[in-house]
């Protein structure tokens, strides 16, 4: 559920968007034919398009989100487990995540290359991982978010990829981002909207087993003149692996710094928290 960085040096996202977006409705109506418009400027009009979908300014200045919901676990088919999420993302970089399940509660928090994790069950706080963090930062670089604020810029190329079909005899636009380590990840839009559709990618075990994850977004709900997918549903090599579902979301909040430093202790660990 969130890399995010980065500016053009002295160039908000925000208003390198706005500049895209009167380029894009100003080009004369022959150079928007998909023949005639150059690759990588279309990857670039789709995606100016799918921010104005998603709320255009509004979305492009979000600097917090906060969600409540259900994050489901599937195999065969089948639900196996869920838990209630609490999230708090402050972009581009630093998110805290509280799982509940019963009276089981798990913290995860990152910022940045840092993280921690407290297990309620053994009232153990625990510094993640390096392979932790590095799963945090790769949920980054295929978030939607990621894609659309522009954060990718100066680490990836944005290219476009072609029609794919959809669902009912729809087609979907798809955008390519390839970063400098060679890992790729697409994006499918709804041609005729605009509307986010997918994300696909493939990732690489230890064991040189590659999988293709998918996630599938549905159920936009305004919020306040921004757009928010709240069903996310994650396929693994084509079958359902889990789901978000969002009960409700809020965009920039006040979110003290407080909430990301890992606690002294695991007293202090246990005490929850709600902005």
Same mark, same amino acid.
């Given at each position: 559920?969130? &890399?995010?960085?980065?500016?053009?040096?002295?160039?908000?996202? /925000?208003?390198?968007?706005?500049?895209?977006?009167?380029?894009?409705?100003?080009?004369?109506?022959?150079?928007? =034919?998909?023949?005639?418009?150059?690759?990588? $400027?279309?990857?670039?009009?789709?995606?100016?398009?799918?921010?104005?979908?998603?709320?255009?300014?509004?979305?492009?200045?979000?600097?917090?989100?906060?969600?409540?919901?259900?994050?489901?676990?599937?195999?065969?088919?089948?639900?196996?487990?869920?838990?209630?999420?609490?999230?708090?993302?402050?972009?581009?970089?630093? &998110?805290?995540?509280?799982?509940?399940?019963?009276?089981?509660?798990?913290?995860?928090?990152? =910022?940045?290359?840092?993280?921690?994790?407290?297990?309620?069950?053994?009232?153990? +706080?625990?510094?993640?991982?390096?392979?932790?963090?590095?799963? @945090?930062?790769?949920?980054?670089?295929?978030?939607?978010? #990621?894609?659309?604020?522009?954060?990718?810029?100066?680490?990836? $190329?944005?290219?476009?990829?072609?029609?794919?079909? /959809?669902?009912?005899? *729809?087609? #979907? &636009?798809?955008?390519?981002?390839?970063?400098?380590?060679?890992?790729?990840?697409?994006?499918? @839009?709804?041609?005729?909207?605009?509307?986010?559709?997918?994300?696909?990618?493939?990732?690489?075990?230890?064991?040189?087993? =590659?999988?293709?994850?998918?996630?599938?977004?549905?159920?936009?709900?305004?919020?306040?003149?921004? *757009?928010?997918?709240?069903?996310?549903?994650? @396929?693994? #090599?084509?079958?359902?692996?889990?789901?978000? #579902?969002?009960? /409700?979301? &809020? @965009?920039?909040?006040?979110?003290?710094?407080? +909430? !990301?430093? *890992?606690?002294?202790?695991? *007293?202090?660990?246990?005490?929850? !928290?709600?902005?």
């Amino acid at each position: 559920m969130n &890399e995010r960085k980065k500016h053009l040096a002295g160039y908000g996202i /925000s208003g390198l968007y706005l500049c895209l977006l009167i380029l894009v409705l100003t080009l004369p109506a022959a150079s928007q =034919t998909p023949a005639a418009q150059p690759q990588a $400027e279309r990857a670039e009009a789709i995606v100016v398009r799918a921010v104005e979908t998603m709320g255009g300014r509004r979305y492009l200045d979000v600097r917090s989100q906060i969600g409540r919901g259900r994050f489901s676990l599937f195999r065969d088919g089948a639900l196996v487990s869920f838990q209630a999420f609490y999230d708090v993302i402050v972009f581009p970089d630093r &998110e805290r995540t509280e799982f509940r399940n019963g009276k089981s509660r798990t913290v995860q928090v990152n =910022t940045g290359d840092t993280g921690w994790v407290f297990d309620g069950d053994q009232e153990l +706080i625990k510094i993640q991982t390096a392979k932790q963090i590095a799963n @945090f930062k790769q949920g980054i670089r295929t978030s939607l978010d #990621n894609l659309l604020r522009g954060y990718w810029r100066g680490q990836a $190329e944005l290219s476009y990829v072609g029609r794919r079909p /959809s669902t009912l005899g *729809k087609r #979907n &636009e798809v955008v390519k981002l390839r970063y400098a380590d060679g890992f790729e990840i697409e994006f499918e @839009f709804a041609v005729d909207d605009g509307t986010p559709q997918k994300a696909i990618y493939k990732t690489t075990d230890d064991d040189d087993t =590659t999988t293709t994850e998918e996630d599938r977004y549905a159920q936009f709900v305004d919020v306040g003149g921004i *757009k928010a997918a709240f069903i996310v549903d994650r @396929f693994t #090599n084509g079958k359902q692996s889990s789901r978000i #579902n969002y009960e /409700s979301i &809020e @965009f920039n909040r006040s979110v003290p710094d407080s +909430i !990301f430093t *890992k606690p002294s202790n695991p *007293k202090d660990a246990k005490k929850e !928290f709600r902005l």
